[in-house]
């Protein structure tokens, strides 16, 4: 008994259905993926730089506002208030002129806030609320170092 194999059975020759699926399912993978990118947003900034200026410059002076672990808060080592007053009336007060006056000279107001790392955080908050009243809002915090 012979088997006879038909040599044209091995060779279908090129298939052009599987490849048309494959371009359609990757065709879907990237338009599913599309709406998936976010758009980058531009960011307007100006970089830092040198301008030539024909006058001197005055930087503007620091206000520093300690908050020790007590409570105490005092603003240039002069403290305002009781470390159990929340509000801050003096030290509220005694800012906004200070801001009133640099906003007449045209300065910005800049200040730190150093606080002992034992002080409550919401010590911080009174006093970020008392330079929100003020309007203040140039701020930068740190913390004073131990000994």
Do not use: C, W
């Not at 993978?29 to 531009?42: I, Q, R, T, Y």
């Not at 606080?115 to 911080?124: E, G, L, M, N, V």
């Amino acid at each position: 008994m012979r088997l006879e194999t038909n040599l044209n059975e091995g060779n279908l020759g090129f298939q052009i259905a599987p490849m048309i699926d494959v371009v359609f399912v990757i065709m879907l993978f990237f338009m599913v993926m599309a709406g998936a990118v976010k758009v980058e947003n531009e960011l307007n900034t100006t970089l830092p730089g040198t301008a030539a200026t024909d006058s001197q410059t005055d930087m503007p002076d620091e206000q520093i506002i300690n908050i020790a672990e007590d409570g105490t808060v005092s603003l240039n080592d002069e403290p305002y208030d009781s470390p159990s007053s929340k509000n801050l009336p003096a030290l509220a007060a005694t800012l906004m002129r200070l801001k009133q006056a640099s906003d007449a000279s045209k300065t910005p107001t800049v200040v730190t806030i150093v606080s002992d790392p034992h002080a409550k955080y919401s010590r911080t908050i009174d006093v970020l609320d008392v330079l929100a009243v003020a309007k203040i809002d140039n701020v930068t915090f740190t913390v004073s170092e131990e000994e």
